[in-house]
């Protein structure tokens, strides 16, 4: 009897336990084939889904942003591969605990062979010393572990742990698939709307698609806010009750402001900027400001865009737009005087102007070109005539001081002094180097243009004087500035 009384209250907890959670909890998917989303890796041939066909499933870190499904993926991995799940969250749990799960663990595989997975949420928060004690279970198999994740595991865990574990990106979901999730609650008669006379037009569907940042979990609760709000009492009230009417006027009002997903100490932040840079890079403003404006949304500082532009200015236009550097250095020292928001124009400003330059990475190679030579080969020594003259002199042997510049018979030759010249520039045979390199090869874009036709002007000059010709066509007299 006694037992009895236990099981009816038992019934009577778990019923009022389910009346209470949100629809969210409610319409979690109850296998595998009703998980929305992440075809990368649940469809057909893609790796996630043959690992469960195969029912082999390694420790597994699951990253993503909030709503993605990490936590019920994890659960009907579970259910798929029939193991025991575990759950706990790094943030609360202990070394100690771990060890009683990895214990409880080994005596059920000993007594029933079934293995167990120990889901394990926020595993960022989990020290690098506490990461290890799972190493050697994780490794031998005793337990599976799922680590769910908003940041980068490669950052976020032990190397050890990583190398141990398939590493899984959940994205979020498209406005399609959550269209799809929305859907299901409404037709759903036990778990969702679907016992209900609720009709709900495809604008109000539309809306909390866009509004939720492909996060399912936000998109449910605003449809529940909205059924709740405008249909009260035949909310959970029997069939028959008149009909609820959602329209994209009350979608709106039961959501709140979109929230732009960016965290600015993460992955989100590196490939935000680096779609930044890429837009401008490749000549397109408009998206260039889309990226700006979605970091600048999310509270990222406007000084770190800046000085991301003034890199940019160098790095991929050069000498093609030599105004370009200039214009970001202004745009930089703007932003730091007059913050935000108004700095967001100047921003723009720079940014739309940068993307339509003409762009040249000349420099950028040539530099790093000359690094390498610098690394790697043997360094050359400074010429004898470039040389400081007043260092190291050299005393002759009738006591007077030789400077080095006048040893060998060669001395610094005066570029002013030359005869032979480029458009005011006075050219002489001697070398710079003492071996032959080419480093900067300019392009035929922009300003960079001009430059490469006076760059081989230069080299053909300095030949000719190497050669003890007479380079007439283009001889400037330095004296006085005239073409001869």
């Known amino acids: ?161 990583v190398s141990r574990s398939t590493l899984l990106r959940l994205e979020p979901l498209g406005e399609a698939e959550i269209v799809a999730v929305l859907r299901a609650a409404i037709a759903d008669e036990q778990r969702g709307y679907g016992a209900m006379d609720l009709r709900v037009d495809d604008a109000a569907l539309g809306v909390w698609a866009r509004l939720c940042e492909g996060d399912a979990r936000r998109a449910l609760t605003a449809l529940e806010v909205a059924v709740a709000s405008e249909g009260g009492e035949r909310a959970t009230g029997p069939a028959g009750s008149g009909p609820v009417l959602l329209d994209a006027a009350v979608a709106e009002a039961s959501i709140q402001r979109k929230a732009v ?26 998206a260039a400001l889309y990226w700006m404006a979605k970091m600048l949304e999310g509270g990222e500082d406007p000084r770190y865009l800046a000085r991301r532009l003034a890199v940019l200015a160098s790095e991929d236009i050069g000498n093609a737009d030599p105004h370009a550097v200039v214009f970001a250095q202004a745009c930089w020292s703007m932003v730091e005087r007059i913050g935000m928001p108004e700095c967001r124009i100047t921003l723009g400003q720079c940014a739309t102007y940068l993307a339509l330059a003409p762009k040249s990475n000349a420099a950028y190679r040539a530099i790093d070109a000359a690094i390498a030579d610098v690394r790697d080969g043997r360094t050359v ?11 190291s002199p050299v005393i002759a042997a009738d006591g007077g001081g030789v ?40 392009t035929q874009a922009g300003a960079e243009a001009a430059m490469a036709d ?31």
Not at 98 to 120: K, N
Not at 381 to 391: A, I, K, Q
Not at 464 to 471: K, L, M, N, P
Request: with cysteine; proline share 4%.
């Open 454 to 484: 006076r760059l081989r002007e230069i080299k053909l000059v300095r030949a000719s004087a190497q050669r003890g010709e007479r380079h007439d066509d283009r001889h400037t007299d330095q004296r006085n500035g005239s073409k001869t």
């Open 1 to 161: 009897m006694a037992g009895g009384r236990d099981d009816l209250w038992s019934g009577k907890r778990a019923e009022a336990r389910r009346a209470v959670e949100p629809l969210a909890v409610r319409m979690r998917p109850r296998s595998i084939d009703e998980f929305v989303g992440q075809g990368h890796l649940l469809d057909e041939g893609k790796l996630l889904r043959r690992m469960l066909d195969a029912r082999v499933v390694t420790s597994l870190l699951v990253h993503g942003p909030p709503g993605t499904g990490k936590t019920t993926l994890a659960g009907l991995i579970a259910q798929h591969t029939s193991r025991r799940m575990v759950r706990e969250n790094a943030a609360l749990v202990g070394v100690k605990r771990i060890r009683e799960v990895v214990d409880e663990a080994d005596a059920l595989l000993q007594q029933t062979g079934s293995r167990t997975i120990l889901f394990l949420d926020e595993i960022h928060r989990f020290t690098r010393a506490q990461q290890d004690v799972l190493l050697g279970d994780v490794e031998r198999g005793l337990i599976t572990l799922i680590g769910a994740t908003t940041e980068n595991p490669l950052f976020a865990c032990n190397s050890a742990l």
């Open 403 to 442: 400077k080095l510049r006048e040893r060998q018979g060669e001395k610094y030759a005066y570029s002013h002094n030359a005869r032979a010249g480029v458009e005011g520039q006075g050219v002489t045979g001697q070398e710079y180097l003492g071996v032959e390199r080419e480093y900067y090869d300019p």
């Open 381 to 391: 020594p400074v010429p004898v005539y470039l040389r400081d003259p007043n260092s």
């Open 261 to 286: 997903v960016y965290d600015g100490t993460g992955d989100e932040r590196y490939d935000s900027i680096s779609a930044m840079i890429k837009s401008v890079r490749g000549g397109d403003p408009d």
